[in-house]
C-alpha cells in the first residue's frame, strides 16, 4: 500500500528578495501551477462558509478545460459550511490531506481523516465542519453532473486510500499503480478522480493524447514530465491543468514515489451541436 504522505500549500508571502522566475505557466493546452505561487493573496474566500479560504486551481474556461473545477480548502477550528454547495446539479470529491472534518449527508456524519476520499451525488444536502483543535485542509473537486436517462446517479461513499488496492498498469511491473475509487465500468459516474503511483525510473512510455481533460496535484516527489511539446520539471505541490488532447507523458525522478491525484471526465457521449440553418 502506498503510505500517506501528502503535499499540503501553507501559503504565507514571500519576501522583496525573492527572484520573480518561476515555474509557472499557461499556455493554449496546459497550465503549469507551481507551489510557490499559492500564496496568501491568491486566495478565495466563498459565501457561506466560516473560517475558511480556498485556492482555485482550476475552473471552466471557454477554449480550454470546460468540464470541472478544482479547490484547495483551508478549514480552522470552528469553521467550515452548514451550505457548501450553491449548485444541485454540481457532485463533488472531498479528498482529505491534512487535519480533520466532520462530514455529514443523509443523515450519517463522517469524521473525515488524512486519506479519506468521500463521493457526494448531486442534490445532496451536505456540510463540512473543523470540530477539532487544528486546521484541516481537503481538495474539492466539482463537475455537473450528466444524466443519462435509464441510469441511476451514483451513491454516495466515503472510503480511505489505504483500503483500496492499487491496480497495477500494464507492462510495469507493479511500479506504475492507480488507485481507483470508483469501478471503471460503473457508467453512473461521468468523472474519475484516482491517485496515481509511480516509483523512481518509472515511465509513462507513450505520449498520452486522448479527450478527456485533467487536473493533476502532485502529492508526493518530483517527475519531469512531458506537456504538448515542452518538457517541464514537476514536484510535490504543483498543479498541472491539462485540456482535451494535449499531449502527455511524464519520468519520475525519484528518490522515492511520484504520486497524484488525478481527476478526468469521462462515460458520456461528446455534446454535438445543432447546425444553423
Known amino acids: 500500500m502506498a503510505n500517506q504522505n501528502y503535499y499540503t500549500p501553507s501559503g504565507g508571502h514571500p519576501s522583496q528578495k525573492q527572484l520573480l522566475t518561476d515555474r509557472a505557466v499557461f499556455t493554449q493546452a496546459y497550465c503549469v501551477i507551481p507551489k510557490g505561487v499559492m500564496r496568501d493573496i491568491v486566495t478565495s474566500y466563498f459565501p457561506h462558509w466560516e473560517k475558511s479560504r480556498a485556492w482555485v486551481l482550476a475552473r471552466p474556461m471557454s477554449g480550454f478545460s470546460e468540464t470541472f473545477s478544482h479547490y484547495i480548502v483551508e478549514v480552522e477550528p470552528n469553521g467550515g459550511s452548514q451550505r457548501p454547495e450553491p449548485d444541485p446539479t454540481a457532485q463533488a470529491v472531498i479528498f482529505m490531506v491534512d487535519g480533520e472534518l466532520t462530514l455529514t449527508f443523509a443523515d450519517k456524519t463522517h469524521h473525515l481523516k488524512q486519506g479519506d476520499y468521500a463521493f457526494i451525488p448531486p442534490g445532496t444536502q451536505w456540510s463540512l465542519i473543523n470540530q477539532s483543535d487544528a486546521k484541516g485542509t481537503f481538495h474539492w473537486i ?3 453532473y450528466e444524466p443519462v436517462e435509464g441510469i441511476d446517479k451514483p451513491d454516495a461513499f466515503v472510503i480511505n486510500e489505504q483500503d483500496v488496492t ?46 478527456m481533460e485533467h487536473g493533476l496535484y502532485i502529492l508526493e516527489g518530483k517527475a519531469v514530465y512531458r506537456l504538448n511539446q515542452d518538457w517541464v520539471e514537476v514536484e510535490a505541490g504543483d498543479y498541472l491543468w491539462l485540456r482535451a488532447f494535449c499531449p502527455q507523458a511524464c519520468y519520475a525522478g525519484g528518490p522515492g514515489p511520484f504520486r497524484y491525484l488525478l481527476y478526468k471526465d469521462v462515460n458520456r457521449h461528446m455534446k454535438l451541436k445543432t447546425p444553423k440553418s
Not at 176 to 200: A, E, K, L, S
Open 142 to 144: 466539482r463537475k455537473i
Open 166 to 211: 492499487p491496480a497495477p498498469m500494464p507492462g510495469a511491473d507493479g511500479k506504475w499503480t492507480t488507485t481507483r475509487f470508483v469501478d471503471n465500468n460503473d457508467v453512473r459516474h461521468d468523472m474519475h478522480v484516482t491517485i496515481v503511483t509511480f516509483q523512481p525510473g518509472t515511465v509513462i512510455p507513450f505520449a498520452e493524447t486522448h479527450v
